[in-house]
């Protein structure tokens, strides 16, 4: 491959020099930690361009299928030890900044997240970036270019304190901008027709504006484009305005323009900006089907073929409207009619459902939808009506009572819906799509979700990494099922105290790393016991504190008792709206100053809250843990992928029988994975119990001790009321069964202590985990989506 590639670590330390120099304009002498890493990032760049355009120009001239992966967020961290990674160029570039006196870790540790998603739901899009690169398979993901992220986290006295975050304001080197890409797209006014054409005349005018960053595989064998959209004003600058005086007045249309990709949508914001969110929505999902169709149109004359070269996968509702969009363009602009238009559109949708919560469904007041987008509220009608002609007995509708609703209109429009794990997708065809599911048996599919090993494995544990390749060779990178090639080695006493010291090391660097961010010293001889996700009460994190609290309260009855000293580690961001997941968060923190004070309690149990969870803070936790938390209401997780990521780095999981917990347990057999909890349809029947919380406390005095604490005031003395609204949620409501899932799960945390009194036991369940979990690739997913959903292929020999 041409281009300036640097291939040798005398070639790298030239093309750091010359970015340093000439993209920096800085003198060695004088260049800071920033410039180092741009001109680091940017030699790195060069390389990943090489490829970009290498893949790019082939997918041209095969001209198979694409495929096109429309979502919200994108949670992609850092990406300058990513590119680095896959291109095979750590050793030079550690040579080429030891040559200048400069700490490559400190350089990589400079760069901030780009953090454009809330949770599972926007990291599982950039691990799936990376695996489609990896594949070959030709792809784009299309997003928002949102200049705040999701908010960095803080704690004032406990309490979440959340600030913007502005990962833009040091020039970003990852992104290409495209001023030559843009569209005009339109919101409200008015329908009309003319001469016999439906013709709508919107009201209000803005453009898209791509930005492109190039996504490199294992490698470098392939690079795919993530384009994300940026908000114009069509008429950026009124010079009357500002030469009669009216400066702020003069640029308000940028303003306004710009703030469609302003923010990024806290996950539980259902009441905060819903017209500005509609219009995020349309904004980015209109921009990538214009973008899609004049790509199509540069090759093709016949719209007729779209489907055979266009596969559009909607990730969760958020993108929905791309349906109704397609479908109106092809109609009311090029003139199909509306049957055949449908047909076409439908054979290029696509739709992953990934909640079965009924608050989370998205749905849109028809009033506000019909004034921002009036004539796909009449699309949205013809495809009812078309759906009541195919069906002429079914009641159900994307648009009724007053409300579009996203789910249904997803399912009518896609060729194909998938749920994200195997109990996830059962219980999305009994329950949310019950009636669809009936008249369609074939649209729905599963697709077990997965994790790209090269960021959850071999970057963030590299001494796991090296093991395994010194065990089995480095195959299992890019085919992770090979990891069951270590089996043999597990049953060695030598290799297992290798495996053993990794995971020792792991948390050495977390206590470390802990030590120096936070003043906070961890025993690193204690088991690492983490739960870190999203606040939510569906995930329980007060299930695991209020087991904690218990299990102290048993410590304090005994101080001298042969306890197994534990860390619990937690971090998660609660939606800025969400009181009650901020209050958990308080509580944790009140009782961790408790505990951690507690010199009865405090050599066998710690609990630290660390703020700003991200994807860079996951990379360093995962590695260290001992025990991974995923204790969902069963029923309430529609996957999960940290469970995975945990399994894969040797942790052993203490898990409901819940989305992918469920698969796991399978893969690293029942006897290496601590279940408890009740079933999923056990939790549904337990909920028609009207006392089913009561009648928990009453049966386990152990929880009532600690629903007592809390009520007590004992972690909030200067505030004793503080926590008596979650004791009473628990007792009086307690929708998500915690109380009556308790019992069990404190049970099974007696059995996990057990087991790690037995250090071998513990360290052979634990390899076993990772030697079988190989299923959990994000490759094996997008296997699955390209044959099962897109019949794509991969442009890799
Ligand atoms: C993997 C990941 C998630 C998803 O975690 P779950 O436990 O599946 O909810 C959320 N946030 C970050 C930063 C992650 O890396």
């Known amino acids: ?181 843009r569209f005009t797209l339109g919101f409200g006014g008015d329908v009309i027709s003319e001469n016999g054409k ?36 069509v008429d950026p600058f009124d010079l009357g305005l500002f030469n009669s005086g009216d400066f702020a007045a003069a640029s308000e249309h940028e303003a306004l323009a710009r703030s469609i990709s302003r923010v990024l949508y806290p996950e539980d914001s259902n009441e905060a900006g819903k017209e500005l969110r509609l219009k995020q929505e ?14 199509f149109d540069s090759k093709h004359d016949d719209i007729r073929l779209l489907p055979t070269k266009v ?36 054979h290029c949708m ?29 699309i949205i009608d013809r495809i009812d009506d078309a759906h009541y002609k195919a069906h002429p007995h079914r009641t159900l509708s994307a648009r009724s009572d007053g409300q579009v609703k996203m789910g249904e209109l997803s399912f009518m429009v896609s060729n194909r819906v998938n749920g994200v794990s195997a109990l996830h997708t059962d219980l999305m065809k009994k329950t949310v799509f019950k009636e669809l599911n009936a008249l369609h048996p074939e649209r729905i599919v599963n697709e077990t ?40 080695a597990i049953e060695e006493a030598g290799w297992l105290e290798r495996f053993t010291q990794v995971k020792t090391d792991n948390k050495a660097a977390l206590c470390d790393y802990v030590s120096k961010a936070h003043g906070i010293n961890l025993n690193p001889e204690a088991m690492f016991d983490i739960q870190i996700k999203r606040m939510h009460e569906y995930k329980r994190q007060h299930l695991n504190i209020l087991e904690t609290i218990a299990h102290w309260l048993e410590i304090k009855d005994n101080p001298s008792a042969d306890w197994v000293p534990r860390v619990k580690l937690f971090a998660g961001k609660a939606a800025q709206g969400y009181y009650f997941a901020k209050d958990i968060i308080r509580l944790i923190n009140d009782f961790a100053k408790v505990a951690n004070a507690d010199v009865d309690t405090r050599d066998v149990l710690q609990v630290v809250f660390l703020p700003n969870y991200n994807v860079t ?34 942790a052993l999981t203490i898990g409901t029988l819940d989305g992918a917990n469920v698969e796991i347990r399978e893969q690293v057999g029942a006897d290496n994975f601590f279940l408890f909890g009740m079933l999923a349809d056990e939790v549904m029947q337990r909920r028609m119990m009207h006392d089913h919380a009561q009648q928990a406390i009453n049966a386990d005095p152990r929880l009532a001790r600690a629903l007592d604490a809390l009520r ?11 926590y008596t609204h979650i004791a009473d949620n628990l007792t009086w409501s307690d929708y998500f069964l915690v109380c009556s899932d308790f019992t069990d799960y404190w049970r099974a945390q007696r059995e996990v202590d057990q087991v790690y009194t037995e250090p071998q036991k513990w360290a052979k369940m634990a390899a076993l985990n990772v030697a079988r979990s190989g299923w959990f690739s994000s490759d094996r997913t997008i296997r699955g989506y390209m044959c099962d959903i897109w019949e794509a292929k991969s442009l890799i020999p």
């Open 1 to 181: 491959m041409a281009g300036k590639a640097p291939t040798s670590s005398q070639d790298f330390r030239h093309a750091l020099l010359q970015h340093l120099t000439y993209t920096m304009g800085k003198d060695p002498e004088h260049a800071q930690f920033f410039d180092w890493r741009m001109a680091l990032s940017h030699a790195v760049r060069d390389r990943i361009v090489d490829h970009w355009v290498a893949s790019t120009r082939k997918t041209y001239e095969q001209d198979g299928k694409r495929v096109y992966y429309l979502s919200m967020e994108f949670l992609i961290g850092r990406l300058l030890e990513d590119g680095i990674v896959n291109l095979g160029l750590a050793e030079e570039a550690k040579e080429a900044l030891d040559s200048f006196g400069q700490d490559y870790r400190t350089i990589l540790m400079d760069e901030p997240d780009a953090a454009l998603g809330n949770g599972g739901l926007g990291r599982l899009a950039a691990c799936f970036l990376d695996s489609l690169s990896t594949i070959g398979c030709p792809a784009y993901g299309y997003g928002i270019r949102y200049e705040n992220g999701l908010f960095k986290q803080s704690f004032v006295d406990g309490r979440q304190v959340e600030a913007a975050e502005t990962w833009l304001q040091e020039p970003h080197p990852w992104e290409f901008e495209r001023p030559e890409v």
């Open 198 to 233: 439906t013709i709508w005349k919107p009201s209000e005018l803005i453009q898209a504006e791509a930005f492109d960053t190039p996504i490199v595989g294992w490698q470098g064998r392939w690079a795919n484009t993530l384009r994300l959209w940026a908000g114009r004003a």
């Open 282 to 295: 349309y904004f980015f999902s209109a921009a990538s089907i214009r973008d899609i169709l004049r790509r």
């Open 311 to 346: 596969a559009i996968q909607s990730n969760d509702t958020h993108p929905a409207i791309a349906g109704p969009e397609l479908l109106r363009i092809l109609h009311d602009e090029r003139g199909l009619s509306f049957e055949e238009a449908f047909d076409i559109t439908h």
């Open 350 to 378: 696509n739709y992953t459902n990934h909640t079965l919560l009924p608050e989370a469904l998205e749905r849109w007041d028809e009033r506000l939808f019909g004034r921002l987008l009036p004539r796909h509220l009449q």
């Open 449 to 488: 979700n997965g994790v790209t090993p090269r960021r959850w494995l071999h970057s963030c544990n590299p001494k796991l990494s090296s093991l395994i390749t010194e065990t089995i060779g480095d195959e299992w990178v890019a085919d992770l099922e090979q990891l069951k090639k270590l089996e043999p």
């Open 617 to 650: 803070l996951a990379e360093r936790l995962i590695p260290a843990a001992d025990l991974s938390e995923q204790i969902s209401t069963a029923g309430k997780e529609a996957s999960g992928t940290g469970n995975m990521k945990f399994a894969l780095n040797g």
């Open 712 to 722: 007590s005031g004992r972690f909030s003395p200067e505030d004793p009321g503080r």
